[in-house]
């Protein structure tokens, strides 16, 4: 089999059932490329195209007052009520106050670190064969040239800007299309029932559609 990346969308189930217009804008945020889809009821920002970082936010996510995805009694979070073209409208999780956001602070504020959202979903998986039977030899050098036993990495990148990732090994030696689990980041062990449930669907459904078979 020969190498290849394949991109699939990873959440097809928070997306419209027809997609609302939408225009998509670049600009450059800390030096490097962004593209920013300016949906008009969510937010949707891809940082560094060739090293990608996705932020997405849908209404009954959480902004978050800090740079990262994490949970403290001092980080002020807003529950997102309603997202326009113009701003974000979040309501205080313990105060229950009412703010707006001027949504593309918020666009950029999620790639500088100045805001934060929660994993609720996965922008995208990205499948790829990692060496070949063809050239599997246990022996060789490994520095130079992988040729150990071929196996195939999947990474799902989250809505909140980090990636997800797994490793499956092929069930019958030569055989390029089955595969089962074989080890997966530390990150995915932290998820949630839901979110693992989630993450396990759009690798299946990334899987399948690059013809592989998931035991």
Same mark, same amino acid.
């Given at each position: ?18 997609? /609302?217009?939408?225009? +998509? $804008?670049?600009?450059?945020?800390? !030096?490097?490329? #962004? ?6 009821? =969510? %937010? ?57 956001? /001027?949504?593309?602070? +918020? $666009?950029?504020?999620?790639?500088? !670190?100045?805001? #934060? ?6 922008? =995208? %998986? ?61 990150? +995915? ?8 449930? #989630? ?17």
């Amino acid at each position: 089999m020969v190498p290849a990346t394949s991109d699939t969308p990873g959440d097809d189930r928070r997306r419209p059932a027809e997609d /609302d217009e939408f225009s +998509v $804008e670049r600009r450059t945020i800390q !030096g490097h490329e #962004a593209l920013v889809t300016r949906y008009p009821d =969510r %937010v949707s920002v891809e940082w560094r195209p060739a090293h990608p970082v996705y932020f997405g936010i849908h209404v009954g996510d959480r902004l978050k007052d800090a740079d990262a995805d994490v949970s403290s009694p001092r980080i002020d979070e807003w529950t997102v009520t309603v997202v326009t073209p113009e701003l974000l409208v979040g309501e205080h999780v313990k105060t229950g106050e009412r703010r707006e956001f /001027d949504r593309a602070r +918020v $666009e950029q504020g999620l790639v500088v !670190g100045n805001y #934060a959202t929660n994993l609720s979903g996965f922008e =995208r %998986v990205v499948v790829h064969p990692v060496g070949s039977w063809e050239t599997y030899d246990p022996d060789a050098d490994t520095d130079v040239v992988y040729r150990g036993s071929p196996y195939v990495t999947v990474v799902a990148y989250g809505n909140n800007g980090e990636t997800y990732g797994v490793r499956y090994r092929y069930t019958e030696a030569g055989n390029p299309e089955p595969v089962t689990l074989w080890e997966e980041d530390v990150s +995915v062990g932290r998820l949630d029932d839901d979110l693992r449930d #989630a993450l396990t669907a759009a690798v299946k459904t990334a899987l399948t559609a690059e013809g592989y078979t998931v035991a």
